[in-house]
Structures are given as structure tokens and as C-alpha cells.
């Protein structure tokens, strides 16, 4: 029986040192699941609701748990949709997404144990493609995720030669410590940011060109093609009122800032091109993704936050190629599955994608390789990121 019988939640330290919720579940059966919430720096504005976790705790104990108990761990659809009728609004106010997700998550995870399956193969099926995620690793970052750094929050390598999920994790651990190196040998002191990227203070023009000669001296040695992205977490950049983007005391207008990304585009053949503008502009959006749609990605992350809807406007509109898949941006599993059978449909491609908070656990790794994803972004080196990234080697590994 995969009825569920209990379910725990409790505060535990996220890799910011905040503190989140973790939810465990059991079902009558013996089935057990456990799964964390993470957490954003940058969040987009149209986000689910994130509460302090504490009244996250409570408020999901009083209205949720006894629902839920009426539910049954592998049947997702009705879990989550006991969670959203126990929270009765849009955005999770008020249970919050952070009690929602890290239930939605743990009760996938039961639902597997009682099936005696791997969670990528109870969320998967027997249909599931045989392809595996190319990891985006964040090698230099700043903007929310560390003062005094780069205005872009994250330069991303991208192993897309990778001949394995394996190769292109420890390619992007070697163009990790290679920064460091050239960090080093320009007398560039560097602390790491939120997500372990590299920190430095150095222009955006400096950290182009480093990332750059870094990948180009890894992907010589190891033989295979290796490009860099970016997320440029262009809403935090923005300046509504004065409808410019702000780098430190330069300004762009819109324009200007379409122009310059599709310059980068060009200049450093980007493979990846996230939130480049502001999270309220489909139309610059649209007319970047018209531009270089056909030579890159550009994704939709504070832009879609993971809604369908918001999703069906940017298809509409002609708005970015690819989503970035954040469960707790939407506050369950069915949510993040219906952006990405949404996407999928659409010719949109998905990217599943963690936290700059986060904890050990590894259920993006699962849903990346159950749903096909093109790409996981998903860090480099630290503890919280590793554990997704070994996950993925382990399922690989699993998988064949
Ligand atoms: O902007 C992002 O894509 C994420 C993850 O890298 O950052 P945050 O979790 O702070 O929103
Ligand atoms: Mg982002």
C-alpha cells in the first residue's frame, strides 16, 4: 500500500547556513521518502511564496498533513493537488512553496521506494528517453550570489562534446580549477561565491576572457568540444524606472542591452544565454531570441519562473527557446512536469536547474534524466553540488 501514513517536517541547514524545510513521508507499506527545499538569492518576481520556515512548517501541518494522509505516494497528480486544494491560493502563500516542494519531492521519493524503483524511473516510466543532461557548471560568478564581483551572475561551462555525463561533470571541475590557476598566475585574489563559483573582482570583459582561454585549454586536453553560457539574471540589473540596465556606473537602455548580448553571442559562440533581460520584457525577449535564437539558447528563468502560463505567453510571443525547470519556483513535481511537457511540445528546450541555496538532496538530478532534459545546471565543486552531480553520474552508471 502506498497510502501515506506519515509526514514529518523539520528546519535544517541550507548551504547558505539558512535555514529550510525537509520533509520525510511514509506510507503504510514501509515506503520512505525525504527531500529538502532549496532556496533563491535571485528570485524572479512571480515566484511561489517562499514562507519562513518555521510558519511554513506550521501552517503545512495544520492544513496540509491531514489531507495528504488521505493520498497515496505514487499517485503524484493527487499528492499535488492535495497540497495546492490544502493551500488554496496561486502561490502557495499559505502553506509556502518551500513546505510544498520539499513535500511534493519527498512523497515522489516513497512512491519509488514502494515500487522498488530508482526515483528517475518511477518519474520516467518505461518511455523515458536514453539521453543524459549536459551539466551547465557556474565557474565565475557575482550579482546576487557574491559583492564585489561580476555584474553577470554566472559564467557557465558547457561540455556539449562530453562523450559521457561523467566526462562533461569532470570537464567542468577541471575548467573550475583551471580558473583558479589563471585566477592566480594574473595575481587576481578569488573567494567563492553561493554557488562555488569563483568570485573575483574583475570587469565582466576580464572574466570573458578567462572563461574563455579556460575552456579552450580544457577542451584541447581532453579532446572534446567544450562551449560557456551565461545567466545574466538581467532583472536584477534593471532599472524600472529609469528603464535601463545598470553595470556598476554604465547604463544600457534596452536596445543597447539586446545589442550587446547578441554581440556576446557571436563574439564567444555562447551556447547559453539565461534571463538576459528584464523578467517583464517578452518583447525584448522575443526580439533577442529572433536575432541569435537560431545560433543559441536563451532561457527563461525569473521569465517563466516554471509557470505554464507565463510559459504560454512567451510561446505566444516568440519569447527565449528554453526554460529553466525550477521545482520550487512552482511549488510541486506536477507543476515542474506540465512547464516541461509544455516546453517540450512547443520545440522549447528544458534545463533543470537548482538553487544558489541548497541542500544535499539530489531529486533534479532524477526529474533531469526522467524527463529528458537537454541540460542540468546545477554547479561545479561544494558539497551541495557534488551531490547532484555524482547522483547523475551514479544513474547514468544505472541507467544503461
Ligand atoms: O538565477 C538562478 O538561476 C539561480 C540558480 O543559479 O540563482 P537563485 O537560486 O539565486 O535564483
Ligand atoms: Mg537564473
Not at 341 to 346: K, M, R, S
Amino acid at each position: 500500500m502506498t497510502q501515506i501514513r506519515s509526514i514529518s517536517l523539520r528546519r535544517i541547514l541550507d548551504s547558505r547556513g539558512n535555514p529550510t524545510v525537509e520533509a520525510d513521508v511514509l506510507t503504510e507499506s514501509g515506503g520512505f521518502g525525504r527531500a529538502a527545499a532549496p532556496s533563491g538569492a535571485s528570485t524572479g518576481e512571480y515566484e511561489a511564496i517562499e514562507l519562513p520556515p518555521e510558519e511554513a512548517i506550521a501552517n503545512a501541518r495544520e492544513h496540509a498533513v491531514p489531507r495528504l494522509l488521505e493520498t497515496f505516494a505514487d499517485d503524484q497528480r493527487e499528492v499535488d493537488a492535495a497540497l495546492r486544494a490544502a493551500d488554496g491560493t496561486d502561490n502557495f502563500s499559505e502553506i509556502g512553496a518551500n513546505s510544498a516542494v520539499a513535500i511534493s519531492m519527498a512523497a515522489a521519493k516513497a512512491g519509488a521506494d514502494v515500487l522498488g524503483a530508482p526515483l528517475y524511473q518511477h518519474l520516467g516510466g518505461a518511455f523515458r528517453g536514453r539521453n543524459f543532461p549536459v551539466p551547465l557548471g557556474n565557474v565565475i560568478g557575482g550579482g546576487e550570489h557574491a559583492k564585489d564581483a561580476t555584474h553577470i551572475q554566472e559564467f557557465l561551462s558547457a561540455p556539449v562534446g562530453a562523450p559521457s555525463v561523467s566526462e562533461a561533470v569532470f570537464a567542468n571541475a577541471q575548467v573550475h580549477g583551471t580558473i583558479g590557476d589563471l585566477l592566480d598566475e594574473r595575481g587576481i585574489p578569488a573567494a567563492k561565491g553561493d554557488e562555488g563559483a569563483w568570485a573575483p573582482a574583475v570587469s565582466d570583459a576580464e572574466a570573458f576572457e578567462i572563461v574563455e582561454e579556460a575552456v579552450d585549454l580544457v577542451s584541447d586536453d581532453l579532446g572534446f568540444e567544450i562551449g560557456f553560457g551565461l545567466d545574466v539574471a538581467a532583472a536584477e540589473l534593471y532599472d524600472a524606472d529609469a528603464g535601463v540596465y545598470r553595470y556598476g556606473d554604465e547604463e544600457k537602455t534596452v536596445d543597447e542591452q539586446v545589442e550587446y548580448i547578441a554581440e556576446l553571442v557571436t563574439e564567444y559562440d555562447l551556447v547559453y544565454v539565461e534571463d538576459p533581460l528584464d523578467e517583464n520584457d517578452y518583447e525584448a525577449f522575443a526580439d533577442l531570441t529572433d536575432r541569435v535564437g537560431e545560433q543559441t539558447l536563451i532561457c527563461g528563468d525569473d521569465l517563466f519562473v516554471t509557470n505554464t502560463e507565463r510559459l504560454q505567453d512567451g510561446i505566444e510571443q516568440g519569447a527565449a527557446n528554453s526554460i529553466l525547470i525550477k521545482p520550487n519556483q512552482i511549488g510541486t513535481l506536477t507543476d515542474a512536469f506540465d512547464a516541461i511537457e509544455l516546453a517540450v511540445e512547443n520545440g522549447y528546450e528544458t534545463v533543470i536547474s537548482h538553487r544558489s541555496g541548497e541542500t544535499e538532496d539530489t531529486t533534479i538530478s532524477h526529474l533531469a534524466v526522467a524527463t529528458d532534459a537537454g541540460f542540468i545546471k546545477t554547479g561545479t565543486v561544494g558539497g551541495e553540488r557534488t551531490a547532484k552531480l555524482n547522483e547523475l553520474i551514479r544513474i547514468a552508471e544505472d541507467a544503461v
